[in-house]
């Protein structure tokens, strides 16, 4: 079975969503004029946005809601990004494609940040109420903007699968090899505790997680990034040769033009979309849930989530495991891979300082991606025993499977579930992201003109107003 989900994944892979990834990114940003690149300075200003600021062109029923700020949309949609990819995924992309792929997963990222820009506006624009928040995401904006019911329904389906249950078998998987390998603790136990804090959590709705996510993401994302700098620090006269081994192997002048060259783009692309998540489709869910007075704010939110994910961490990672040149045993992948590489560099504290980190790296992205199944479920169906029975696999079954699996297994299901579900979300924004170019226009236009909190309202965009529910 293994064997048979591999041949499927090169297929779509190598020949499919390589390049549709690629095309969408540099339509983007073309048509945003680069927007990730000249309003990185706007970018970090919003993360200072209050839930509350700015939300007069917001309608009356939505005025009594229990807000999520900016920043808490942010720290969600990073917790899913910050997770097993960054510390696993960026291992084996080295140990499969070489030193190449960082490259690769450099430029994926590069791009992939106005895709993430696109997607996430419009998953503000398309949002609807919910009881007292907001949901929304690609399956709310390709019934309203697409009016393609079986197309949203295809989604939903196809990222709850994705996010709630197989990557959150990706997540277990990791913390528990991790834990084995710093500690000896066996899996079955780890596994045992952690579906049960996991369920506790979830149970707790998007409040709980996005108050989580918001302690979580920062504490282990500069910890991660101090410990990287100084091992950098203290390697420093190595960083040329690294950089020069980086780009020879992205362009195959290492290992020769052909199937190795194949291999390096596809295992940075695929790792570097397991990372950020830009063009899949997930983080729209969580940035329709945050209170904002333009949908272009989110945009922008989550275009800097993406430069956070790979252009930091993941390099981190990258760096620590190139200098180290274990890269080269071929017994070592995936965390044992960066743990290795740590260990030489810091000693018998590195694979234990790992083994901490994936625990808060991959349970904030587990409880980042049951939410996102939520979202969806909901999208489906409005009955609370389909939710109940949902909760109970993605923070129980699924989170007990990963911990028992093989890591060859609940990678390769995980992106066949990602190129599925990527393929129909770049359908829906490529579509649709005309009304992006338009929202971006207007909102460069305000603070142009002088008004620090650009408002969006629906009038602006005639032709769908009535689908935009949200907005005055």
């Known amino acids: 079975m293994n064997e048979v989900i591999s041949i499927v994944n090169d297929a779509l892979w190598g020949y499919v969503l390589i390049g549709a990834l690629v095309a969408c990114g540099l339509w983007f940003t073309w048509r945003t004029k680069g927007v990730q690149f000249r309003m990185v300075g706007e970018m970090f200003r919003l993360l200072t946005d209050s839930a509350t600021n700015g939300t007069s062109n917001l309608d009356d029923a939505n005025k009594n809601h229990q807000h999520i700020s900016s920043f808490q949309a942010f720290a969600v949609s990073v917790a899913t990004r910050v997770g097993t990819g960054n510390l696993a995924g960026v291992a084996t992309a080295i140990a499969i494609g070489g030193p190449g792929a960082v490259f690769w997963m450099w430029m994926i990222a590069l791009l992939g940040s106005a895709t993430a820009f696109v997607e996430s506006t419009l998953g503000q624009l398309f949002k609807q109420r919910h009881n007292n928040s907001f949901i929304g995401g690609p399956a709310y904006y390709i019934q309203k903007g697409l009016h393609c019911r079986w197309m949203a329904c295809l989604f939903a389906i196809l990222l709850t699968i994705t996010f709630g249950l197989s990557y959150n078998s990706i997540q277990s998987n990791t913390i528990c090899g991790a834990m084995h390998e710093a500690f000896g603790w066996d899996p079955l136990v780890v596994g045992i505790v952690l579906t049960m804090v996991t ?206 699996v093989s890591l060859e297994m609940v990678w390769s299901v995980g992106d066949l579930c990602m190129a599925l579900l990527t393929a129909c979300n770049l359908i829906a924004i490529v579509t649709l992201g005309k009304y992006v170019f338009r929202l971006l226009d207007d909102y460069r236009a305000q603070k142009r003109s002088g008004i620090k909190e650009p408002t969006f309202h629906r009038g602006l965009l005639p032709e769908i107003e009535a689908d935009i529910d949200c907005w005055e």
């Open 199 to 404: 369920l506790a959590t979830v149970f707790g709705g998007i409040h709980r997680i996005a108050n989580v996510s918001s302690i979580l993401v920062p504490i282990m994302a500069i910890g991660y990034f101090v410990l990287a700098v100084v091992i950098i620090i203290m390697n420093i006269e190595h960083i040329p040769h690294v950089m020069k081994v980086i780009v020879t192997s992205a362009f195959g002048l290492k290992q020769g033009i052909g199937g190795a060259l194949g291999a390096t783009i596809m295992n940075g692309v695929k790792r570097g979309l397991f990372s950020n998540e830009a063009g899949e489709g997930s983080a729209p869910n969580v940035a329709a849930t945050a209170t904002v007075s333009h949908p272009v704010k989110q945009g922008l939110i989550q275009a800097l989530g993406v430069f956070t994910d790979t252009l930091l961490v993941c390099s981190c990672t990258a760096f620590i495991i190139l200098i180290s040149g274990l890269y080269e045993v071929p017994e070592l992948n995936g965390i044992a891979l960066t743990q290795a590489a740590l260990n030489s560099e810091i000693g018998a504290l590195g694979p234990t300082f790992i083994a901490v980190a994936i625990l808060l790296f991959a349970f904030s992205s587990i409880i980042g991606n049951y939410y996102y199944g939520e979202a969806n479920i909901r999208f489906l169906t409005s009955s609370r025993t389909v939710l109940t029975i949902y909760r109970l696999f993605s923070g129980g079954v699924l989170v007990m499977f990963g911990a028992l």
